[in-house]
């Protein structure tokens, strides 16, 4: 009955995804007025007694900065880290017809074995006529794995270690307000790939062939769609988001052996309270199916809960615990402002996965439910500081993120 419960809860998005655009986001829109509103910064000045009296303009201001040092577990169960995370956002062009752009920083290493400079950009030039996305790793990544599908047990698992260098680069053009088209290029290099115990065969423990040893290369480009009613991805205000990814990995590209992969993402916000455009009462609806088309993918680029494009599935979930040639992923998230001012808030959320590889492919659901804080950084560009609280069987976490989950 619970696992029924949240499967649906995080179904509702295919259901509510089909709204008219132009009933949820105006081409041009309302520049959100932030003077009632507090957030972090508002209150170091008024400590420090800087213009404590006057209150913050955010109408002409094109640039935001938030950043915060804090330490926290790291996906994979290798332990607890140092993570500096920083969030900039500005507005290219008028912030009426223009999206905001933002780059997130989020370097961390967990004083041995694991080390990470991650950086994701998002920039939409003036009027949106163009939408330009990057993703660039590099990481030193030893985690655990449970091999395809879901027949191991959370205890039966293998750390692998490896390093990985990511390079992800698209462009698309605005062919109507909402909707866009556009080409990618995509690297992901996996090197030194060995297991951890060296009497583990990787190949027979995970039931996978390719790429679980030495070092793994795939280079492709990319065919993208994306519909995008939301104007800012960091706190995302109500409207819809779909985003279609066809990758075609050919030998002579580089690739070690020749693979395809689709993957299509759905969101859907709505606002429980309209009328107060300020305050936070949203649902929020998030779906994802990615899978390889063939056999050919080496072991460490299977779709994997944890490892979408901006790895926030699967909370609650230990990342990489379910990893298998095809993936369906649900989640729901209920946000609501516990203060007037918006300085404080909190979230629940509950999320459910299935995976191929083991016989119980949309038959066996494995679900997560937690709850967050939220705490109000910097008004200007509506981004929050996320503590959240996940839990799954035989796993828990304590997340800290810049900006919402999805």
Same mark, same amino acid.
């Given at each position: 009955?619970f696992?029924r419960?949240?499967?649906?809860?995080c179904?509702l998005?295919?259901?509510? =995804?089909a709204?008219?655009?132009s009933?949820?986001?105006?081409?041009?829109k309302?520049?959100?007025?932030?003077?009632?509103q507090?957030?972090l910064i508002d209150?170091?000045?008024?400590?420090f007694?800087?213009?404590?009296?006057?209150?913050?303009?955010q109408?002409?201001k094109?640039i935001?900065f938030?950043?915060?040092p804090?330490?926290?577990?790291?996906?994979?169960?290798?332990?607890?880290?140092l993570?500096?995370?920083?969030?900039a /956002?500005?507005?290219?062009?008028p912030r009426?017809?223009?999206n905001?752009?933002?780059?997130s920083?989020?370097?961390?290493?967990?004083f041995?074995?694991?080390?990470?400079?991650?950086?994701r950009?998002?920039v939409?030039?003036?009027?949106?006529?163009?939408?330009?996305?990057?993703d660039?790793?590099?990481l030193?990544?030893?985690q655990?794995?449970?091999?395809?599908?879901?027949?191991? /047990?959370s205890?039966d698992k293998?750390?692998?270690?490896y390093k990985?260098?990511r390079?992800?680069?698209?462009?698309l053009?605005r062919?109507t307000?909402?909707f =866009?088209?556009g080409f990618?290029?995509?690297l992901?290099y996996?090197?030194?790939?060995?297991a951890?115990d060296?009497?583990?065969?990787?190949?027979?423990?995970t039931g996978y062939?390719?790429?679980?040893?030495?070092?793994?290369?795939s280079? /492709?480009?990319?065919?993208?769609?994306l519909?995008d009613t939301?104007?800012?991805?960091?706190?995302?205000?109500?409207?819809?988001?779909?985003?279609?990814?066809?990758?075609?990995n050919p030998? =002579?590209?580089g690739?070690?052996t020749?693979?395809?992969?689709?993957y299509i993402?759905?969101?859907k916000?709505?606002?429980?309270?309209?009328a107060?455009?300020?305050?936070?009462?949203?649902?929020?609806?998030w779906?994802?199916?990615w899978?390889?088309i063939?056999?050919?993918a080496?072991?460490?680029d299977?779709?994997?809960? /944890?490892?979408d494009p901006?790895n926030r599935?699967?909370?609650?979930?230990d990342?990489?615990?379910?990893?298998g040639?095809s993936? #369906?992923?649900?989640?729901?998230?209920?946000?609501?402002?516990?203060?007037?001012?918006?300085?404080?808030?909190?979230? #629940? =959320?509950?999320?459910a996965?299935?995976?191929?590889?083991s016989g119980t492919?949309?038959?066996?659901?494995h679900?997560?439910?937690?709850t967050?804080?939220?705490?109000?950084f910097?008004k200007?560009?509506?981004?929050?500081?996320?503590?959240?609280?996940?839990?799954?069987?035989g796993?828990?976490?304590?997340?800290?993120?810049?900006g919402e989950a999805?």
């Amino acid at each position: 009955m619970f696992k029924r419960l949240i499967l649906l809860l995080c179904l509702l998005p295919t259901v509510l =995804f089909a709204q008219n655009a132009s009933d949820i986001v105006p081409v041009t829109k309302t520049v959100q007025d932030t003077a009632d509103q507090t957030d972090l910064i508002d209150i170091a000045k008024g400590l420090f007694h800087i213009n404590p009296t006057k209150p913050r303009d955010q109408k002409g201001k094109k640039i935001f900065f938030s950043i915060i040092p804090i330490g926290a577990n790291v996906p994979g169960g290798t332990g607890r880290a140092l993570i500096t995370s920083t969030t900039a /956002g500005i507005y290219l062009g008028p912030r009426k017809t223009t999206n905001l752009s933002s780059a997130s920083f989020a370097p961390y290493w967990d004083f041995g074995s694991r080390f990470g400079l991650p950086l994701r950009t998002s920039v939409w030039l003036p009027n949106n006529t163009w939408t330009i996305q990057g993703d660039t790793r590099f990481l030193v990544y030893p985690q655990y794995t449970w091999g395809l599908g879901s027949s191991h /047990g959370s205890d039966d698992k293998a750390l692998v270690n490896y390093k990985y260098i990511r390079f992800y680069q698209s462009a698309l053009k605005r062919v109507t307000p909402y909707f =866009f088209a556009g080409f990618g290029y995509n690297l992901d290099y996996h090197f030194n790939i060995n297991a951890d115990d060296p009497n583990i065969d990787l190949a027979k423990f995970t039931g996978y062939q390719n790429g679980v040893s030495g070092h793994t290369f795939s280079s /492709g480009i990319s065919l993208n769609l994306l519909y995008d009613t939301r104007n800012n991805s960091i706190n995302p205000l109500p409207g819809a988001y779909a985003n279609i990814v066809y990758r075609v990995n050919p030998v =002579f590209l580089g690739s070690n052996t020749s693979w395809h992969s689709l993957y299509i993402d759905l969101r859907k916000y709505v606002a429980l309270n309209p009328a107060r455009p300020n305050q936070q009462n949203t649902i929020a609806f998030w779906s994802y199916v990615w899978t390889v088309i063939d056999s050919n993918a080496p072991y460490l680029d299977l779709p994997s809960v /944890g490892w979408d494009p901006y790895n926030r599935s699967g909370r609650g979930i230990d990342q990489n615990r379910y990893r298998g040639k095809s993936l #369906v992923y649900l989640e729901s998230e209920y946000r609501r402002d516990i203060t007037d001012n918006g300085l404080l808030g909190f979230v #629940v =959320f509950a999320n459910a996965n299935t995976v191929s590889g083991s016989g119980t492919f949309l038959t066996s659901w494995h679900p997560a439910v937690g709850t967050g804080l939220r705490v109000k950084f910097n008004k200007g560009s509506n981004t929050n500081i996320g503590v959240d609280y996940g839990i799954s069987k035989g796993y828990s976490s304590i997340m800290i993120n810049l900006g919402e989950a999805f």
